[in-house]
């Protein structure tokens, strides 16, 4: 597989939720981290990245809806709606240019089907995993990463051209 060409700048993916996690490309290297537990580590992230605005730096948070229901009290989805604008403050805050990209959208762009009536979501996530593994064969890349990444991926290729 050919090395993965960065053109200069900072590509930032960004799933929201406990089990999500933050992710930068740059030509430097990569910067992965399952999603902070406090919003001051949360803002440490952001802010660090903040200092390299003097690079081309922009940001794809994935826009997420919830639901409740079977699974989904609604003090969990109002824990989540907390965290995502939280992260959309951060990035604000940090002037760090961003747009919102459903998983639908970003998914069918780095051609990963949708997730199939019989497919199991565990199943979905591993094959989200497997591809963000394949993209970033020198990265170990785990469960609360792997869809960062891919979200930086497609930030970088949505910005570059190359989608």
């Known amino acids: 597989m050919p090395k993965l060409e960065i053109p200069p700048g900072i590509y930032i993916g960004v799933d929201p939720g406990a ?7 740059a030509v430097d290297g990569l910067d992965v981290v399952p999603m902070p537990l406090t919003e001051a580590d949360i803002w440490a992230w952001f802010w660090w990245w903040q200092d390299h605005q003097g690079e ?3 940001a794809v948070i994935e826009q997420v809806s919830g639901y ?9 989805m109002f824990k989540f709606g907390m965290s995502y604008g939280g992260l ?22 780095l051609g990963i089907g949708k ?8 199943s979905f996530k591993n094959r989200l995993k ?5 993209l970033f064969p020198n990265l170990k890349v785990t469960l609360a990463t792997s869809d960062a990444l891919l979200l ?12």
């Open 68 to 76: 409740i229901g079977e699974g989904h009290p609604g003090s969990a």
């Open 56 to 58: 081309n730096i922009f």
């Open 88 to 109: 959309r403050m951060a990035l604000t805050a940090a002037q760090i240019p961003f747009e919102s990209a459903t998983p639908q959208n970003w998914q069918k762009s």
């Open 152 to 163: 930086a991926e497609y930030c970088r290729r949505k910005r570059t051209g190359s989608l």
């Open 115 to 122: 997730k199939g009536k019989t497919e199991t979501r565990t």
């Open 130 to 134: 497997a591809k963000a593994q394949q």
């Open 19 to 25: 089990s999500g996690g933050l992710a930068a490309i």
